[in-house]
């Protein structure tokens, strides 16, 4: 059984989560639910096409895709990446909590970056 469409539904309630966290002021919240989507969008894009995927950095799963990736859409993987555990964990910056680390700024710029990469995946999907 092929639970692409599952990984994808569970990405689009991500980025769904994303969005009211961001508009809710927990920034960090929103920066890792995006990148959460977009890393279960390409998971459900590998399962799509046959294959496994395993880890949490989006712009290598983009990269061990049998298709052609636009080196942009890799890039903005590369800053969803970065947000994966900072996001999270306090000792990830030298003092205060990550809540404190992260802004509309950030937070705008990862769901962007999530929503263009399920767009991709959803166009590969189609």
Known sequence: MNRAK?????????????????????????C?????????AVKALHLHLGQEAWGHLVARL??????EVPQELVEKARYLDGLYIPT???D????????????PLQSEEAVA??????GFVRAQMA
């Open 88 to 90: 999270r964990y306090p």
């Open 92 to 103: 990830a910056f030298p003092e205060g909590p990550s809540a404190e680390h992260y802004g």
């Open 6 to 30: 599952d990984w994808l539904v569970q990405a689009e309630k991500d980025l769904e989560m994303a969005e009211i966290a961001r508009n809710a002021g927990r920034h960090e919240w929103a």
């Open 113 to 118: 970056c999530a929503r263009e990469v399920l």
């Open 62 to 67: 983009l990269k061990e895709l049998p298709l």
């Open 32 to 40: 890792f639910a995006a990148q959460q989507a977009a890393e279960k």
